[in-house]
Nanobody
């Protein structure tokens, strides 16, 4: 059974940093694209970042230059480094994985989802 488990969320002041991790189990994801999405209260789930099997990345305009997505295929884990956090980054962050190699920003293209981790940025 495939599982994606997020960790690293928490409460941080504006301007601070957090690093989210997503550990995959149940199968190897080294040949799969993985991504992060987030959902703020009362809003739809939105794209944050994605990484292809070979490390190509895409970012939402709202996080470009502040967030960095990376992957460690040996550990079956992806990391989202979030710097210069803003109150508008407050949301539940979800890790997701595709069955395919290409990094795509559309959430409907993702086949596996984690339970989410809360990130709260205070002003």
């Amino acid at each position: 059974q495939v599982q994606l488990v997020e960790s690293g969320g928490g409460l941080v002041q504006a301007g601070g940093s957090l690093r989210l991790s997503c550990a995959a189990s149940g199968r190897t994801f080294s040949r799969n694209a993985m991504g992060w999405f987030r959902q703020a209260p009362g809003k739809e789930r939105e794209f944050v970042s994605t990484i292809s099997w070979n490390g190509n990345t895409l970012y939402a305009d709202s996080v470009k230059g502040r967030f960095t997505l990376s992957r460690d295929n040996a550990r079956n884990t992806v990391y989202l480094q979030m710097n210069s956090l803003k109150p508008e980054d407050t949301a539940v962050y979800y890790c997701a994985a595709r069955r395919h190699t290409q990094a795509i920003s559309s959430l409907i293209e993702y086949d596996f989802w984690g339970q989410g981790t809360q990130v709260t940025v205070s002003s």
